[in-house]
């Protein structure tokens, strides 16, 4: 049974019901912000305690999602100020290490298909220690909820990040029926509403938040992870900006430590 908390606990907003402007999304983005901030703050506890755990043992963080949710995994591998032990796993691996023509992915809702996920895992070289973060707003995407599944399946440790508002609402695509969060040792709920969109034009409901809650809920642990490791008198293996001095000389001196097990996004 996962841990998690669900959008009732941090208090998930519907669509806003007032002129739709930059500044009413600003507004909305850090009432976003703050709910999960405060709400999440336990759930973030017990994920960087299986990402230390994974770290300590060699493992590296494997990051998963596919669409927006890919904007997760970018957040937290190989980036400035992240952890170096992080790898990116992503539906281009396909062609970039499967040797699949271009055209695959341009394929009709390719990340629907739960058997993209068992190619992926093959491709991404993982061992028993890494530790699993998967990324999908909806919860039921194919490959989303295969991935988990396989993660489980190989006993990796998985965290999810998903919005409880939305799965709790949609039927899976995967055959099993299970969404994401049914398969996560730990949930971190982003707080969206169902159908992400938080100011509603109309009709219709505008302006996404859960790329930017994913983002908070990646940076907390980079955090707190970091905070845990000093305390113990541990130095993290965190990235520089290879945009200053000396910074590609620092970060290619803690990748050799992960040779072929990493990979920054391009």
Known sequence: MAETSTGTDIGTSTETDTEVSAAAFTAAAEAAVRRVGSGQAAAVARAVNLVVEGLRAGGVVQAFGTGHSQALAMELAGRAGGLVPTNMIALRDLVLLGGDPPDVLFTEHLERDPAVARRLYDLAGVQQSDVFVLASNSGGNGSVVEMARIVKER????????????????????????????????????GAPYGDAVLRAGDVAVCAVS??????????????????????????????????????AHNMALESRYACRIRRPA
């Open 155 to 190: 006993g990796h440790r998985l965290i999810a990040i998903t919005s409880m508002a939305h799965t709790s609402r949609v039927t899976s695509r995967h055959p099993s029926g299970l969404r994401l969060f049914e398969l996560a040792d730990v949930v971190l709920d982003n």
């Open 211 to 248: 790329s930017i809650t994913a983002a908070l809920l990646a940076q907390m642990i980079v955090a707190e992870v970091v905070r845990t490791m000093l305390a113990a008198g541990e130095t993290p293996p965190v990235y520089v900006s290879s945009n200053v001095p000396e910074g590609d």
